[in-house]
């Protein structure tokens, strides 16, 4: 995180500092030691004038005492102290997931970019694209994302999660250490087996169909809402003679029909 940081604060001639942590086990601690990150953030704060200062201090690891008194006296003199809540908007819960691998650090500089008001989001439908294009696994299936940009801005955090989630999924080609639902419930994602939507994928070789998969898989955030509010990612994944596939055949608003799609299969 401290690298791109500090090149884009360059970029855009804005001066920065950080006080840094390193990853213990399955937390995160200050790097040098909790109480010389004070004496840090007081050395920068000297050297700028107050009413041009925006701290942001990020809740993934305890303060240390005295470090409250040292943003106060700074939101009291001018300066804009942004103090971000676990889980709010972008934010992640937590730095850590449940496994150590689940490392979170990537999600805290998107979301500070777009704290600081650095960097414009990418849309929905677009993170879902980057996705497929990056990893051959990845398949975006006729329309799926035709409707995705009409959700509510509420369920853009949703989707976001919903495509890092998937990102992985296909990268790890379906084998998380865990099951999809945990690891769903651990990225604040609602998944369900069931619904009134169906979906099925025809592998096809030519005209001739070699197999169906019917399944209600989908993932959900908004019940007993409008339609646009309601959002649904409707997909399927298989591991067929060692080949794995993740099909994304639908990600918007919640939809009104089945899903029947066809897809050319050229393995035997």
Not at 91 to 102: C, F, N, T, Y
Not at 170 to 183: A, I, N, Q, V
Not at 242 to 247: G, T
């Amino acid at each position: 995180m401290q690298k791109p940081f500090l090149a884009e604060a360059g970029r855009r001639q804005e001066e920065a500092g950080l006080c840094l942590v390193v990853k213990s086990n399955y937390r995160y601690i200050f790097n040098p030691p909790s109480e010389q990150a004070i004496g840090d953030l007081e050395r920068f704060a000297d050297v700028h004038d107050w009413t041009s200062l925006t701290v942001v201090a990020l809740p993934y690891v305890g303060w240390p005492e005295g470090m409250n008194d040292v943003l106060e006296l700074l939101a009291a003199n001018g300066a804009q102290v942004i103090r971000p809540q676990l889980g709010q908007g972008d934010w992640p819960p937590r730095l850590v997931g449940q496994r150590a691998e689940d490392d979170f650090t990537n999600d805290v500089r998107l979301a500070l970019f777009q704290e600081l008001g650095w960097q414009v989001t990418a849309s929905p439908a677009e993170r879902f694209r980057r996705s497929a294009e990056k990893l051959a696994d990845y398949i975006i299936v006729g329309a799926a994302l035709d409707r995705c940009d009409e959700v509510h801005t509420s369920r853009h955090p949703f989707l976001k999660r919903s495509a890092e989630m998937l990102d992985k999924f296909c990268r790890k080609k379906g084998r998380l250490g865990m099951t999809l639902e945990d690891y769903c419930r651990d990225k604040r994602i609602g998944v369900a087996h069931s619904g009134g939507i169906s979906t099925c994928i025809r592998l096809m070789k030519g005209v001739k169909q070699l197999e169906r998969f019917d399944s209600n898989l989908h993932l959900k955030e908004g019940d007993g809402t409008s339609e646009t509010a309601a959002a649904r990612i409707y997909f399927q994944h298989l591991d067929r003679n060692e080949q794995f596939r993740l099909f994304l055949l639908y990600a918007g608003p919640h939809p009104s029909a089945d899903i029947d799609q066809k897809v050319d299969w050229l393995h035997d």
